[in-house]
């Protein structure tokens, strides 16, 4: 559980991701963002859209301290990006849940160990993973696949493991890049449809998609970004 | 994070990418063998040499007319010449049993008197068994009143010193080639590995793994498969026979040592590729 305060002096709630101004390049490529600025609340529901190669998932990585904006700060919970020591990156990331599209599991474990990993990677205890292991997997409608390697599941069901994995360790947010883009419609909608319920508890979601009828039929906040900036 | 938790995940490792253990095993294996191949040679070069060094002794020959009074002093005369590690005296006597026993004739059959002179057997320091050295102890020792000639295999000590500078040098550019060949046979072996994982690596750094979570059980798996190419290295050198060598004991000593350290040497290099 994060037991930062989002409140400030006013007792107004802090948003949990702040992006300023933030200017970005690629050094190999010369491309990146020109101008980004996002705010997410806690509890809220945000989609990030654009066309490919628009910035979406380079706004993510920022989020997640894989890259530092070269102008502009990114303030994750307590973490800025100016200030923050690499040390530090992997307790920012533990405050997140990420899920991308290719899913990224780690392809030598099974179900259990891959949405384990992200527990025990804080330390937990063995009994607290296998509660709340049980717990995300139930919320995902996976726990009778808890013994199957990666291989051995369908996309859509590989996802729903990156999902609870994503959710274990109760996040302040979770990233989504994408989520649904390599899953056919009926998996997409049981995804998304995991996200909307994973936000109804109250844990912010950011998703990056270019698919702009999805975004239109939720009805949630939609930042656009486009040639790198933010709109 | 928990002692047990990183030695099962190193075991696990094993099982997890089998054919890339077995690999970095066997090859940390190879690599012993080879260095244990350029260990054994030079040894026993070594000991060849010294041996042929030690056999080379230095006989000073004593004026006939000289009385065993006389000869005792020239004894802690030569005990006293830097480089002399121990004299024995051979009396005319004994010198005639020798010469009887080595040639197997009667010496009064032909002559009518003992023609052999007394003499003194020179053990040299082994940091004197040189040409140059050896030289300069013959020298001081001729020079003793009372001492006929002095005898010994300089040829022999010319012959190493000359040829056995560029024998250490070859078996040292040797040596080094070998050990280069097997670091980098180990190290490759290792690159590969690394690279095999790089993903998973990747995966475990964005659900906020510490690089030192990442590590541990990485260094510990890379220790367990030097040690593991240390041991099929080390059965193979008993089976050979080595084992009943006590040469092959410092050379076991070297092997874990080695061992350790391709162990670590593997475990530090995917810990240096964790935290890039």
Not at chain 1, 82 to 98: A, E, F, T
Not at chain 2, 140 to 162: F, H, N, Q, S, T
Not at chain 2, 238 to 249: K, M, T, V, Y
């Amino acid at each position: 559980m994060n037991s930062l305060d989002f409140s400030n002096s006013e007792g107004r709630r802090r948003p949990i991701v702040r992006i300023y101004n933030a200017r970005m390049v690629y050094s190999r490529t010369g491309e990146g963002l020109t101008r980004v600025n996002l705010s997410v609340d806690p509890g809220e529901f945000v989609f990030l859209v654009g066309p490919s190669g628009a910035g979406k998932s380079t706004v993510l990585k920022l989020i997640y301290m894989d890259v530092f904006p070269t102008e502009g700060q990114v303030i994750v919970g307590k973490y800025n990006s100016i200030y923050v020591r690499r040390k530090d990156i992997p307790y920012v990331r533990r405050q997140l849940g990420i899920v991308f599209q290719d899913f990224r599991l780690l392809p030598d474990r099974d179900v259990f160990e891959n949405v384990a990993f992200a527990l025990r990677v804080t330390g937990a205890r063995r009994k607290e993973i296998k509660r709340k292991v049980l717990r995300a997997l139930g919320e995902v409608g996976l726990s009778h696949k808890r013994s199957k390697m990666p291989h051995q599941l369908s996309g859509g069901e590989q996802q729903r493991v990156a999902l609870a994995r994503a959710i274990v360790n109760e996040p302040l947010i979770v990233l989504a890049d994408e989520p649904t883009g390599n899953l056919d419609p009926e998996a997409a909608e049981m995804v998304m449809n995991l996200l909307l319920r994973i936000n109804a508890k109250g844990t912010a979601v950011l998703m990056a998609t270019h698919n702009v009828d999805l975004v239109e039929k939720m009805g949630k906040r939609v930042v656009r970004i486009e040639n790198g900036r933010t709109f | 994070m928990s002692v047990w938790y990183t030695v099962r995940e190193s075991l696990e490792g094993f099982r997890r990418a089998r054919m890339a253990a077995a690999i970095t095993t066997f090859t940390v294996a190879f690599a012993l063998v080879l260095m244990a191949l350029v260990y054994i040679v030079a040894s026993n070069l070594g000991r060849v040499v010294l041996n042929l060094r030690a056999r080379v002794q230095m006989e000073a020959f004593l004026d006939p007319s000289l009385t065993d009074q006389e000869a005792q002093k020239i004894e802690d005369q030569i005990r006293a010449i830097a480089g002399v590690a121990g004299v024995e005296f051979v009396s005319k006597e004994k010198a005639l049993l020798e010469f009887e026993r080595e040639f197997g004739e009667d010496v009064f059959s032909v002559l009518d008197e003992n023609p052999l002179p007394a003499s003194f057997r020179i053990r040299l320091k082994p940091e004197f068994r040189r040409s140059q050295l050896a030289k300069q102890v013959a020298d001081a020792v001729g020079k003793i009143d009372g001492v006929d000639e002095v005898v010994y295999r300089g040829d022999i000590l010319a012959l190493l010193d000359r040829y056995m500078g560029y024998v250490l040098l070859g078996g040292a550019i040797f040596g080094v080639l070998i050990g280069l060949g097997s670091v980098l046979l180990i190290s490759n072996t290792i690159r590969l590995a690394i690279l095999s994982r790089a993903n998973v690596i990747e995966i475990m750094k964005l659900v906020g793994a510490t690089n030192g979570f990442i590590r541990r059980p990485f260094l510990l798996e890379g220790m367990l498969q030097g040690l593991l190419g240390g041991f099929v290295d080390a059965v193979r050198s008993g089976a050979g026979g080595q084992s009943r060598d006590p040469e092959s004991h410092r050379g076991g000593s070297a092997f874990v040592f080695w061992s350790c350290g391709s162990g670590l040497a593997t475990g530090l290099a995917r810990q240096c590729r964790c935290s890039s």
